[in-house]
């Protein structure tokens, strides 16, 4: 079954960098767009940023363009969210997603902290 496993949150200062990590398995790694969303306390859960099954298109939420950068590695089964210049409105938990089979797959999430 599709199971997606993120590490790499944790507690960061402001202007800090962090590297979150998903790990997939269960489906055709390559073949699929793979998406990091984040909800922060009481918000909604947002779209971060989106990239296809190549790599060679990316998007991202206005908030977050010039400071994360979405990357995948197709050898490893996994997708990255490199996040520079860390801002206390990026505080969510994280969490990597894809859709197939008319459905999206979420991983547990991991939480990024973001103060002094």
């Known amino acids: 079954q599709v199971q997606l496993v993120e590490s790499g949150g944790g507690l960061v200062q402001p202007g800090g960098s962090l590297r979150l990590s998903c790990a997939a398995s269960g489906f055709p790694f390559s073949s699929d767009v793979m998406s990091w969303y984040r909800q922060a306390p009481g918000k909604e859960r947002e779209l971060v940023a989106s990239?296809?099954?190549?790599?060679?298109?990316?998007n991202y939420a206005e908030s977050v363009k010039g400071r994360f950068t979405i990357s995948r590695d197709n050898a490893k089964n996994t997708v990255y969210l490199q996040m520079n210049s860390l801002d206390v409105e990026d505080m969510a938990v994280y969490y990597c997603?894809?859709?197939?089979?008319?459905?999206?797959?979420w991983g547990q999430g991991t939480p990024v902290t973001v103060s002094s």
């Open positions: 990239i296809s099954s190549t790599g060679s298109n990316t």
């Open positions: 997603t894809v859709y197939r089979g008319f459905r999206d797959y």
